[in-house]
C-alpha cells in the first residue's frame, strides 16, 4: 500500500509563494507517476503537474511558468513550488501516486490565496 502524505500548505497573499511536499511508503522514484491535482469548491478535480518515473514534467496551462514540480529521491519527497499565486489558485491539494494501475491519493492540504 502506498499512502501518500501532503504537507505544506496554508495562507499566502497574491503573489505570494508556497511549497507543497508530497511523501509515500515505498521509494517514490519507482512510481509510474507522481502528480498534483487540485479542487476547488464547485469544480471538479483537476490535474495541476505530474512527474514520470523517467523525469518527464507536465502541467496545466493555467499553472506554466508559475509552478514547479520537482522530485528529491534521497528525501522520498515531490514537492510543487507554486509562485506567483493567483486567488484562482485556492484550492485543496491532492498528490497521487500511480504506481503501475493502483492510483493512491493524498488526504490533501489547503492553499489559500487572499486578494
Known amino acids: 500500500q502506498v499512502h501518500p502524505v501532503e504537507s505544506g500548505g496554508g495562507l499566502v497573499q497574491t503573489g505570494g509563494s508556497l511549497r507543497l511536499s508530497c511523501s509515500a511508503s515505498?521509494?517514490?522514484?519507482?512510481?509510474?507517476?507522481v502528480n498534483w491535482f487540485r479542487q476547488s469548491p464547485g469544480k471538479q478535480r483537476e490535474l495541476v503537474a505530474s512527474?514520470?518515473?523517467?523525469?518527464?514534467?507536465n502541467y496545466a496551462d493555467s499553472v506554466k511558468g508559475r509552478f514547479t514540480i520537482s522530485r528529491d529521491n534521497a528525501k522520498n519527497t515531490v514537492y510543487l513550488q507554486m509562485n506567483s499565486l493567483k486567488p484562482e489558485d485556492t484550492a485543496v491539494y491532492y498528490c497521487?501516486?500511480?504506481?503501475?494501475?493502483?492510483?493512491?491519493w493524498g488526504q490533501g492540504t489547503q492553499v489559500t490565496v487572499s486578494s
Open positions: 497521487n501516486v500511480n504506481n503501475w494501475g493502483p492510483s493512491y
Open positions: 515505498g521509494s517514490i522514484a519507482s512510481f509510474n507517476a
Open positions: 512527474i514520470t518515473r523517467d523525469g518527464i514534467l
